[in-house]
């Protein structure tokens, strides 16, 4: 793995796709949960089995703190992607710790948790963070925000595992939040998620203008609403099944609002919160809904050429319920060109930045672009 990344300045290329895997398989781990958590069977309340995940959560944590402060330094000035995630996995895994101690009643608190802290790519809060950044401002000031996004996100994940929704047993390799707690405390988990993720914007961000909170939870809650997210996942599933007949402007309006919704949400919010201006949002705006959309083209693509081991969930269960997608409507290798002219569109939305400053956000795109998970 190259440790030194060179910046954009430095190279008239994106970062190379190569350089970007090693970097999420390690964030994969920061953290995982440990063996007594790795349950293939809901176990009955008060059980010992039930309990014992309480203790596990702080250990976890903490050890994926210890393994992000040794992620390798460089002398070089380059930026170097590589030891900038470790450090954003790092503030990201404490401040959700943090942010959702243990507490009564356990057993919807453990739920969250388990699923929260269950590991990924952390890439929402990653966006936000690095939004902030671009505009100068200062990362505490988004920091709520950015755990708020992957509380959401892991919300999302939650309810759509569930057997009513996309139905799956595994996620991050590890089973699913009602495989684990069963349907009514995931369904309630994930409720909670999505009511603690505005709290926590409201409550825990410091020093910000009243305005720009107020600003950032219109963004968000239109994000995951009928007009975002849920807007998205209803109109999915809706579609399943109906092959061909779905066509690529409704696919669009799938992929823009069950996904694109959130990534945009992220990087608006952080760039709201680190005191962008209007033109500063709408450049941002353009970037995010194009890597937005990459993402689900790129998940539609892993979809029929990966394996499940690999994605960590279910692969080929597209074509199993006749879903509509990229690959099924236009291709394989259309597909792959939709993405790519996605990412680049995304790169051009930062064309008048800094290099430097826009470093972490190109990077994340050049990762959505060649992602394998």
């Keep these: 793995m190259q440790l030194g990344m060179r910046s954009p300045l430095q190279s008239d290329k994106p970062h190379s796709p190569a350089c970007l895997h090693g970097v999420f398989e390690a964030l994969q781990r920061l953290p995982s949960p440990p063996s007594c958590w790795k349950l293939k069977t809901v176990p009955s309340r008060g059980s010992t089995q039930h309990r ?54 356990p057993d919807v608190i453990e739920s969250m948790r388990y699923s929260l802290l269950a590991g990924g790519k952390r890439i929402r809060p990653a966006l936000c963070l690095a939004a902030c950044e671009l505009v100068g401002g200062d990362l505490e000031k988004a920091i709520p925000s950015a755990c708020a996004m992957e509380m ?16 799956d047993d595994m996620r991050r390799n590890k089973p699913t939040n009602h495989k684990v707690y069963g349907e009514d405390v995931a369904i309630l988990a994930g409720d909670a998620l999505l009511a603690f993720a505005f709290e926590h914007i409201a409550r825990s961000t410091k020093n910000v203008a009243a305005e720009r909170i107020v600003q950032v939870i219109c963004e968000v809650g239109k994000a995951v609403g009928a007009e975002g997210l849920v807007g998205g996942q209803i109109v999915d599933l809706k579609s399943e099944g109906l092959g061909r007949g779905v066509g690529l402007e409704t696919l669009q309006y799938i992929h823009e609002h069950k996904t694109a919704a959130l990534l945009e949400a992220s990087v608006v919010s952080g ?17 995010s809904r194009s890597i937005g959309l990459a993402f689900q083209v790129v998940d539609d693509i892993l979809d029929c050429t990966s394996t499940s081991e690999v994605l960590g969930k279910t692969a080929g269960k597209d074509l199993a319920t006749d879903k509509t997608t990229y690959p099924s409507l236009l291709g394989l290798e259309r597909s792959k060109e939709v993405a790519d002219e996605l990412i680049n569109a995304a790169h051009d939305a930062l064309s008048s930045y800094d290099p430097h400053k826009a470093a972490p956000l190109r990077s994340l795109a050049e990762y959505i672009r060649s992602r394998k998970n």
Excluded at 78 to 91: A, I, P, S
Excluded at 271 to 287: F, H, P, V, W
């Design 52 to 105: 014992s995940k309480r203790s596990c959560c702080h250990a976890q944590v903490h050890a994926a703190a210890d393994l992000a402060e040794k992620a390798p330094e460089t002398a070089t000035a380059d930026f170097n992607f590589e030891h900038y995630m470790y450090k954003r996995g790092k503030m990201i895994n404490q401040a959700l710790d943090k942010a959702l101690p243990m507490a009564y009643p």
């Design 152 to 167: 959401l996100h892991t919300m999302s994940l939650i309810h759509d595992d569930l057997p009513s929704m996309d139905n």
């Design 271 to 287: 760039a709201i919160m680190g005191g962008a201006n209007s033109q500063q949002i709408e450049d941002l705006r353009k970037y």
